[in-house]
């Protein structure tokens, strides 16, 4: 944006900013602090009531979920990240193999650019190192009044073959990004033809700052068929736009929001309330398996995580992310274990202390 207005491209400088934003995303998420400051993901305030008897075998916890129709041996999502450029190509396949080895469920990043730069397929395709996992594609819904519809979602999901799609959802990105898509207005009927149309489940996504009662409510009338709350208190994406601000403004706006955002934990319960029978994803600054376990005791199906596993992939390849997953998976069987729930069926049912109120309640 340029004084409050967006920015004049050519189609071509268009490319090549789009290349440069998914490259500078990418370092600036690995080498500088794009933490929120104050706001956490409110998973802390929760606590579930110890079991000395639990009255299980911890061999027997069964932490395996069906989620549209494919059965994952955790409840474990690597959270969409990126694609569209070389390092994220190896990204990716690194994540995937992963994933496929860990029997989790995978998001792409935003493919956009591979929509516009058929070049750019490539470095979103993992099928071939990942053919069982549960993959999802991935579009930001804001296209959807910029000229797409359901043959450019539809492209996507073919072009990794996918078994849903990701519409994501990042108004105050867009607003803080010097080429952000502001417009908004009338998405969700469009949204409601994709629903209808496509012939895979759309999932609504928020990339860190939540979902209200009323925004899914609104999403689950229009037939999205999931939703993944990614609240705040992870990653602040203001604030990597704030490193990539070309002038002092751009920094003040986009670092003026760093602790904008619905907690997790009451983005989860506020989706929960709104469609009470939809698979709802938990992300947003979740890190271990305890921090899952509340998540699904709060009403979620999956845990989602996006930075620690791009640092371990950064860091120690495929291997570093089985290492990962099968370390959060284990503090997962052990809260469980401790929780007196012997699959996550019983977890999602086992209350939970909060420390605001000072009483048990199941959500």
């Known amino acids: 944006m340029t004084n409050g207005m967006p920015l004049s491209l050519s189609p071509t400088d268009g490319a090549d900013i789009h290349d440069k934003r998914k490259a500078d995303h990418i370092r600036i998420n690995l080498e500088e602090d794009v933490a929120f400051k104050k706001v956490t993901h409110g998973l802390e305030s929760f606590f579930f009531m110890h079991q000395a008897l639990p009255e299980l075998d911890l061999a027997e916890i069964d932490t395996t979920v069906s989620v549209f129709g494919k059965s994952l041996k955790t409840p474990l999502l690597i959270s969409s990240m990126t694609g569209g450029t070389a390092r994220a190509r190896e990204i990716n396949r690194t994540l995937a193999a992963g994933a496929q080895s860990a029997g989790m469920a995978m998001g792409l990043g935003s493919m956009r650019a591979g929509i516009e730069d058929p070049a750019l397929e490539g470095t979103y395709q993992v099928r071939d190192v990942a053919p069982d996992i549960l993959l ?64 895979v489940p759309v999932i609504a996504k928020e990339v860190g700052w939540g979902f209200s009662r009323e925004a899914a409510r609104q999403l689950a009338d229009a037939g999205v068929a999931a939703i993944d709350v990614a609240g705040a208190g992870g990653t602040s994406w203001s604030q990597v736009e704030m490193y990539r601000a070309p002038t002092a403004r751009h920094a003040r706006v986009a670092g003026a929001f760093i602790d904008w955002g619905i907690p997790t934990a009451a983005s989860i319960r506020y989706c929960r309330e709104a469609a009470p029978n939809m698979p709802i994803f938990a992300s947003g600054g979740i890190r271990d398996g305890i921090e899952v376990a509340k998540c699904i005791a709060l009403g979620a199906s999956l845990g989602g995580l996006a930075g620690e596993f791009l640092r371990a992939a950064d860091r120690d390849g495929v291997e570093g992310v089985i290492e990962l997953a099968g370390t959060i998976t284990q503090e997962l069987r052990v809260a469980m274990f401790c929780a007196a729930a012997g699959d996550l069926v019983a977890l999602s049912r086992t209350p939970l202390y909060h420390t605001d109120y000072q009483n048990h309640f199941s959500v």
Do not use: W
């Not at 999802?136 to 078994?163: E, K, P, W």
């Not at 519409?167 to 502001?182: I, K, M, R, T, Y």
């Not at 998405?187 to 209808?196: D, G």
């Open 136 to 199: 999802f594609a991935n579009l930001g819904a804001v296209q959807l009044n910029y000229g797409y519809d359901t043959s450019h979602c539809r492209r996507a999901v073919d072009m990794i073959d996918a078994d849903a799609l990701i519409l994501h959802f990042n108004p105050l990105q867009e607003a803080v990004q010097p080429e952000g898509d502001g417009n908004f207005s009338g998405l969700l009927k469009k949204i409601e033809v994709v629903c209808r149309e496509l012939s």
